[in-house]
């Protein structure tokens, strides 16, 4: 069975520059999650897409954004990107949030310079 | 405000030594708490969880216990191996309202010495 899967890997962008990410969930999870890893700042819960819909975002300013397509998918945009957007950018996928928790990719590393 | 609190960033152990990290929370609501390994360049792993109306679970080196009353759970792993270097993050579900996401600490960083 394919895991979460990520892409790019790493990602070099300029300030002011937008950023898309995209990720692929586990066949047959319906839930996806983002979560940004700065250094220093453990994983920050970003946003939370189930059945193509926003469920739940973190504390972060609107020009972070996502969706969700038919086929459960995610794409996470960042525009006007600054240079503290730097950080891994992490997909987990669930079926529900339950006993085992998330799955995670193994990342987008996005670097602003 | 951090709902969920590792706040030991490092901790160094002697391989076949207990290994145990801590960490704390603040909201009574928090229904499920789990524990992630993380390797460099690797997305976090699930290892072990344990939900609010138990006080402990183990699966074999790794057991989980939870404090309920002093909002503090830990995880202990015996005996360490080299292999167990990586950070470990706990996290916490809330499953009501609108929320369903997991909440992470910050993480600590294990190392185990042969």
């Known amino acids: 069975e394919a895991g979460v899967t990520q892409s790019p890997t790493h990602l070099i962008k300029t300030r002011g520059q937008q950023a898309t990410l995209r990720c692929s969930p586990i066949?047959?999870?319906?839930?996806v999650y983002w979560y940004q890893q700065a250094l220093g700042l453990g994983l920050q819960f970003l946003l939370w897409?189930?059945?193509?819909?926003?469920?739940n975002r973190g504390n972060f300013p609107p020009r972070f954004s996502g969706r969700q397509f038919p086929n459960y998918s995610s794409e996470l945009n960042v525009n006007a990107l600054e240079l503290e957007d730097s950080a891994l950018y992490l997909c987990?996928?669930?079926?529900?949030?339950?006993?085992?928790?998330?799955?995670f990719g193994s990342g987008t590393r996005l670097t602003v310079v | 405000d951090q709902q969920v609190k590792q706040n030991s960033p490092s901790l160094r152990v002697q391989e076949g030594r207990i290994s145990i990290l801590n960490c704390d929370y603040t909201?009574?609501?928090?229904?499920?708490f789990l524990w992630y390994k993380k390797y460099p360049a690797e997305g976090p792993t699930f290892l072990i969880s344990?939900?609010?109306?138990?006080d402990k679970n183990e699966d074999g080196r790794f057991t989980v216990f939870l404090n309920k009353s002093a909002k503090h759970l830990s995880l202990h792993i015996v005996p360490s191996q080299p292999g167990d270097s990586a950070v470990y993050f706990c996290?916490?579900?809330?499953?009501?309202?609108?929320?369903?996401?997991?909440?992470f600490g910050k993480g600590t960083k294990l190392s185990v010495k042969p």
């Open positions: 996290a916490a579900r809330y499953y009501g309202g609108s929320q369903g996401n997991l909440i």
């Open positions: 897409y189930d059945e193509g819909e926003e469920r």
């Open positions: 066949s047959g999870h319906t839930s």
């Open positions: 987990a996928s669930s079926l529900v949030v339950g006993h085992y928790g998330y799955t």
């Open positions: 344990i939900s609010s109306i138990k």
């Open positions: 909201n009574s609501m928090f229904d499920y």
